[in-house]
């Protein structure tokens, strides 16, 4: 088996080329984000990832944030979210709770005072369930801050929900009427 820091480092690689760079291992993603995981095995080979069809199991099934999902017959791959190229993932639109969670850095308040929370170079804006995620989230991009965000009056105000199968809910947009900015 692999151990904890060959698979981190697999992940990675897949989170790359699943979500926003399919290229640089010259694959090409479905319109469901979907690849061929022979395919894509064989290419990973070639690059010096030299992994068995168990292993990518093992890797999608342990991976922390249930990253990747296999299609039912597991002839296929794709990401569950965070995808920058253009996929349709399917999501269905779902009521939030009253609250949900941003976490990001201090650098970036002033910007998102002012302009809301904007997705950036993904297709959403990511929003958690609990604090402690969103705390994590936010820490890969300095010191962080955790946002509470008035999901519940968003959806009443007509903004769309949806959550990925691996739980995160996604938003095209928050406007700054529904941050909460604390401890500062
Ligand atoms: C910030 C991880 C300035 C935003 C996590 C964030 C998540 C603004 C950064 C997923 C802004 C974008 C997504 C504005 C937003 N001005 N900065 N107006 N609006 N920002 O990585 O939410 O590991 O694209 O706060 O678990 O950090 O990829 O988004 O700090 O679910 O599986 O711009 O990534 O999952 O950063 O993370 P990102 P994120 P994975």
Same mark, same amino acid.
């Given at each position: 088996? !692999?151990?904890?820091?060959?698979?981190? /480092?697999?992940?990675?690689?897949?989170?790359?080329? !699943?979500?926003?760079?399919?290229?640089?291992?010259?694959?090409?993603?479905?319109?469901?984000?979907?690849?061929?995981?022979? /395919?894509?095995?064989?290419?990973?080979?070639?690059?010096?990832?030299?992994? $068995? *069809?168990?292993? !990518?199991?093992?890797?999608?099934?342990? =991976?922390?944030?249930?990253?990747? @999902?296999?299609?039912? +017959?597991?002839?296929?791959?794709? @990401?569950?979210?965070?995808?920058?190229?253009?996929?349709?993932?399917?999501?269905?639109?779902?009521? #939030?709770p009253a609250l949900?969670?941003?976490?990001?850095?201090?650098?970036?308040?002033?910007?998102?005072?002012?302009?809301?929370?904007?997705?950036? =170079?993904?297709?959403? &804006?990511?929003?958690?369930? +609990?604090?402690?995620?969103?705390?994590?989230?936010? $820490? *890969?991009?300095?010191? #962080?801050?955790?946002? %509470?965000?008035? @999901?519940?009056?968003?959806?009443? @105000?007509?903004? &769309?929900?949806?959550?990925? +199968? =691996?739980?995160?809910?996604? %938003?095209?947009?928050? #406007?700054?009427?529904?941050?909460?900015?604390?401890?500062?």
């Amino acid at each position: 088996m !692999l151990n904890d820091e060959e698979a981190q /480092r697999v992940s990675k690689f897949l989170s790359l080329v !699943l979500r926003h760079k399919p290229e640089t291992l010259g694959i090409t993603l479905n319109e469901q984000g979907w690849t061929d995981v022979d /395919r894509l095995l064989t290419k990973l080979y070639h690059r010096g990832y030299q992994i $068995s *069809r168990d292993q !990518l199991k093992y890797i999608v099934e342990t =991976n922390n944030k249930k990253r990747f @999902a296999f299609s039912l +017959d597991e002839s296929q791959i794709r @990401a569950n979210q965070g995808h920058s190229v253009e996929v349709d993932l399917g999501y269905v639109e779902k009521q #939030p709770p009253a609250l949900l969670y941003h976490g990001t850095a201090m650098r970036f308040i002033d910007s998102i005072k002012a302009d809301g929370l904007r997705k950036m =170079n993904r297709h959403h &804006v990511h929003l958690s369930s +609990d604090e402690q995620t969103a705390y994590m989230v936010g $820490s *890969r991009h300095g010191k #962080p801050v955790v946002l %509470t965000i008035k @999901a519940g009056e968003m959806a009443m @105000a007509g903004h &769309v929900f949806y959550q990925s +199968d =691996n739980g995160v809910w996604l %938003t095209d947009t928050v #406007p700054t009427a529904y941050i909460i900015v604390r401890n500062l």
